[in-house]
């Protein structure tokens, strides 16, 4: 093994192709839309130099605010939901079910595999209000109350984007803790329980501290993950009502592809990476300070 | 030791890479869908009838052109059109025959960068130019500014309403504005949804705005605002939005109207749910269908928007497009092409009216037996009618049309108020 990487000729046939595929799909592209910030213009046309002109749109421009702020809203709540929900399923298989808990995750998970298009469109039809109620109108209505339209305001919208989403992506991050949780020595688990550690005292003294490595890297994942959050807002409501639920990345998608400006969409894109980049290092950060602390 | 190991690897390298690219570079080629043996169609999912008429014409009269370059039908939605329009032009790799967008600024900046046939002087060339209704194709030009799309439907619109609905609750044809929110009040107040409506779709409901305008200012009210000589922000066209806000407000389009679909407002209609639908004689394919229809196309009547007291245009003024049209190729045309061109010019007038009961901008030479009677009276209103207006969005560009649309389910539920809702459309229009 030493011998192998200690020679560099090996080192370039082993990383190189995989170096160049990354190179071309991933660093090219990416350098790319970094210099068409500074063009104006769409395939059709052509680009032409825009100076700054871009930065000065996009510090004018309101829709832009209100697609960042809708975006960190939305990554805070689902993150907090897929974090704690998941974290709580993953206690739930570990200490309650054990070993009878492989059915349980397999339900749990299975969201995760279905088509994020096919989840829209059934939560499209559970809220539906036209042509005819969906079942959750239904349910209103049973109890006497009557029915909403569910993708009509922006805040009703918003709050059918979290159940879905947060049901849908719980599964996985219940799995990814559970990984974490059955890591954690069960000598150790074993003394905290006969110093007299039960239940809370023992989920937040012992296993939270101990698990607090992979619930970083799951924050990390959700975080990331939601602030480039796409296909399930196109699905569901498509940005709407008006432009009430739209992302950064639905913004950036319309204005390059739909209004064919490419510099823009490429300048909302910076926005969305230095975001996303921000997010992360600040979580690092605080992790780190966490851990010299403790 | 390595070092003498790597120069050759260090040449080398360059080339492997260069190689590399190169061949990534190659698969990103240019085609065009004609090329690539088949007579493509790119079009939104929502309307049926040029594909189905096309369709026919494919077995039928252009079997041998089909057998040359058989027909190929790609479908998408109406929202992802103009991304795959720019998309596709950008690489030119347009099929042969795509649906121009819903914002005729894309298709004329299509045809600015020379991806759109000159269908003038083609049809002139294959000798068809006259199988072309003059109406539509000045239609097209005053739209276009050239003849680059082909007139698969000619259409007009207005207010088509149930007669028995109409008959079971005394009301009477509406003369004006205000008589039609009152058989609108009565309707409501009848448990029936007075107007099929999507608002998903969007422009359904702002083609009410640009109606009331022209009730309201004239003809003329949107060619104002695209020369820079009125603003949308201006009172007068803000109380347009307003009026259509408060047949929102008033409940005229029943519940979640943002939720419904094309297709759901042309069932609720057709299956007797609502007493009237704002909509293009593009719809008459439906009427037509007795398995869609269920109240009967001799129940269904047709009234022009009705007047605005005080206004100055007149319901003569009825809006005339066609449809949502057709462009060909200029990087995919060849002979073949020209060949399937010449066929359609030559039938699809004909097809078009006896199979799908539908009027096109094509002359119906041939036999086309007896017409239905809301084809018919789609083909007399085309006849009678002199002056022509356009929809709301037609001098707009792409953003200030999305704009339009996407918010007007939020205007009719309350959600944005008609000084915002045309503050947004305006701040588009500024921009572009």
């Known amino acids: 093994m030493q011998n192998i990487l200690g020679d560099r000729k090996a080192i370039v046939i082993l990383l190189g192709p995989a170096l160049l595929v990354y190179t071309l799909v991933m660093l090219v592209p990416v350098l790319w839309s970094l210099g068409l910030t500074f063009f104006e213009g769409n395939a059709l046309f052509g680009f032409q130099p825009a100076g700054f002109d871009n930065f000065v749109q996009l510090f004018s421009d309101p829709r832009v605010l209100d697609a960042i702020w809708f975006t960190i809203r939305y990554a805070v709540i689902i993150t907090v939901g897929q974090i704690v929900l998941g974290y709580g399923l993953s206690l739930l298989y570990v200490f309650a079910l054990r070993r009878a808990s492989g059915i ?48 009509g305001s922006a805040g009703t919208a918003f709050l059918v984007i979290v159940i879905m989403d947060i049901w849908r992506s719980m599964g996985f991050y219940a799995v990814l803790l559970y990984a974490g949780l059955v890591d954690i020595p069960e000598e150790v688990l074993e003394s905290a329980r006969l110093d007299g550690a039960r239940g809370w005292r023992l989920v937040s003294n012992i296993v939270l501290p101990l698990s607090l490595p992979v619930l970083l890297s799951a924050v990390i994942f959700s975080i990331n993950g939601t602030l480039k959050v796409f296909d399930s807002i196109l699905a569901l409501t498509n940005g709407g009502p008006g432009t009430s639920t739209t992302p950064l990345t639905l913004y950036m998608f319309q204005t390059s592809f739909s209004y064919g400006e490419y510099g823009y969409g490429s300048t909302i894109a910076l926005v969305l990476t230095i975001l996303c980049l921000g997010v992360t290092l600040f979580i690092f950060r605080s992790a780190r300070r966490d851990n010299t602390l403790g | 030791m390595p070092t003498i190991h790597l120069r050759p690897l260090r ?28 007579f493509g169609l790119l079009i939104n999912d929502d309307n049926a009838i040029v594909q189905d008429a096309l ?52 298709t004329k900046s299509l045809d600015e960068a020379g991806q759109t046939l000159d269908l003038e002087a083609t049809l002139t060339d294959l000798g068809v130019i006259d199988d072309i209704e003059p109406a539509a194709l ?105 009026a259509i806000a408060d047949l929102g407000a008033a409940g005229y389009f029943g519940a979640g109207v943002g939720s419904i679909d094309y297709d759901t407002a042309v069932s609720q ?49 009825i809006p005339a497009n066609v449809g949502l049209p057709i462009a060909v190729s200029a990087k995919g045309y060849n002979d073949e092409v020209g060949k399937w061109l010449t066929c359609i010019s030559e039938n699809y007038g004909t097809e078009s ?46 953003k200030a049309t999305l704009t339009s649309q996407q918010n007007a389910a939020q205007l009719v539920t309350g959600a944005m108020s008609a000084e915002d809702f045309m503050a947004a459309v305006q701040a588009d229009l500024d921009s572009e």
């Open chain 1, 104 to 151: 349980v995750r397999t339900l749990v998970f299975f969201p995760v595999v279905l088509p994020t298009v096919a989840v829209a469109l059934m939560f499209q039809q559970l809220f539906a209000v036209a042509p005819q109620n969906g079942i959750v109108n239904e349910f209103l209505n049973f109890f006497g109350v009557a029915s909403v339209d569910w993708f």
């Open chain 2, 11 to 38: 040449r080398t390298l360059p080339f492997v890479a260069a190689a590399a690219i190169a061949v990534t570079l190659a698969g990103c080629g240019t085609s065009s869908d004609s090329g690539s043996g088949h």
């Open chain 2, 55 to 106: 369709t026919s014409l494919s077995t039928g009269a252009c079997e041998a052109e089909n057998k040359a370059l058989p027909l190929d039908i790609e479908t998408v939605p109406q929202s992802g059109l103009d991304q795959q329009l720019q998309l596709l032009g950008g690489q030119s790799a347009l099929p042969a025959q795509f649906a121009a967008s819903g914002s005729p600024a894309v």
């Open chain 2, 138 to 242: 000045s239609t097209i030009e005053n739209l276009y500014g050239g003849f680059i799309v082909l007139p698969y439907q000619f259409n007009i619109e207005g207010v088509w309403y149930n007669k028995q609905i109409f008959a079971e609750n005394g009301l009477e044809v509406p003369t004006t504005w205000d008589e039609m929110v009152a058989a609108a009040q009565t309707l409501t107040d009848a448990g029936v949804t007075a107007f099929s409506a999507s608002g998903e779709q969007g422009w359904p409901i702002t083609r009410l705005i640009s109606g009331y305008l022209y009730r309201e200012l004239g003809p003329d009210a949107l060619q104002r605002i695209a020369a820079g000589d009125a603003k949308l922000t201006d009172p007068e066209y803000v109380a347009a939005a307003q």
């Open chain 2, 269 to 317: 209609f057709l299956t007797g749910q609502a007493g009237m639908f704002y909509m293009g004689s593009w719809t008459l394919g439906a009427f037509n269908d007795p398995e869609q229809n269920q109240i009967g196309e001799d129940n269904i009547g047709f009234f022009p928007l009705p007047e605005v007291s005080g206004g100055v245009g007149s319901a003569d003024q």
């Open chain 2, 353 to 398: 009216l006896a199979e799908q009961g539908t009027v096109s901008g094509f002359k119906a030479t041939g036999d086309v037996g007896d017409l239905p009677p809301l084809t018919q009276l789609v083909q007399d209103t085309i006849a009678d009618t002199t002056e022509s207006t356009l929809w709301f969005e037609a001098l707009f560009g792409a």
